[in-house]
């Protein structure tokens, strides 16, 4: 079945260095993606989306790198800053199917200054 | 609003009560989602309202779970007979389109409510 899972639930950062936060999915099917950042009481704010169509895409400070050969999502931050710690999910979903998005477990990332 | 409203924000509820949790999408958004979130949990999928179509039902643990929506807009997840394994965040969201339509999910959570069941 559909499953996203995560290679390390915890990440700890010093403030300025690079983040790296990985994901992986199982659904081949799977088409569209999607990273959420979900502070603390909060509910999840979208970051940035990928299709499969594509290998990588950047925002501003963050980039999703996509390889479907291994099923593996990836979302870099740049010079990461306290205001980036919070829980970081990957999300699924099947364009022009259900629609349902599932959503990974999460990794909390820590930025020290 | 603004954004996605859910209410209450918290409840506490004793073992075997039936809740009501509300969720107000943000207003013209077609598409509407419940997600269960346990404590340091992912956020597992419920139910998935889209227009007038029959909604996606997959993610309804037992049947003591169901929801409604009501004229397109605002939604009820109600949980029936609750039990100590139902405490978690509950969190509605909602989006403008349908993925296909747009090619992107442009969804927006809530602050989602907490329940408790003691």
């Known amino acids: 079945g559909e499953s996203v899972g995560l290679h390390l639930p915890t990440l700890s950062v010093q403030e300025g260095d690079n983040s790296i936060i990985n994901c992986a999915y199982s659904?081949?099917?799977?088409?569209?993606f999607i990273w959420y950042k979900q502070e603390s009481g909060k509910g999840p704010q979208f970051i940035i989306d990928i299709r499969s169509n594509m290998d990588k895409r950047q925002g501003q400070r963050v980039t999703v790198l996509l390889n479907k050969t291994v099923k593996h999502l990836s979302l870099q931050i740049a010079a990461t800053q306290p205001g980036d710690s919070a829980v970081y999910f990957c999300?699924?979903?099947?364009?022009?199917?259900?629609?349902?998005?599932?959503f990974g477990k999460g990794t909390k990332l820590t930025v020290n200054p | 609003g603004a954004g996605v409203s859910q209410s209450p924000s918290n409840k506490v509820t004793e073992k075997g009560k039936d809740v009501e949790l509300r969720c107000d999408p943000i207003?013209?958004?077609?598409?509407l989602y419940w997600y269960r979130q346990s404590l340091g949990q992912g956020l597992e999928f419920l139910i998935y309202f889209q227009g007038n179509s029959a909604p996606d039902k997959s993610g309804l643990p037992s049947d003591r779970f169901s929801a409604e929506r009501t004229g397109g807009s605002v939604s009820t997840l109600t949980i029936q007979r609750t039990q100590q394994e139902d405490s978690a965040v509950y969190l509605c969201?909602?989006?403008?389109?349908?993925?296909?339509?747009?090619?992107?999910?442009?969804?927006?959570f809530g602050q989602g409510t907490r329940l408790t069941v003691v």
């Open positions: 999300a699924e979903t099947v364009q022009g199917g259900s629609e349902k998005l599932v």
């Open positions: 207003s013209g958004h077609t598409a």
């Open positions: 969201a909602s989006s403008p389109h349908f993925l296909t339509r747009t090619g992107r999910w442009r969804a927006f």
């Open positions: 659904n081949s099917a799977s088409d569209y």
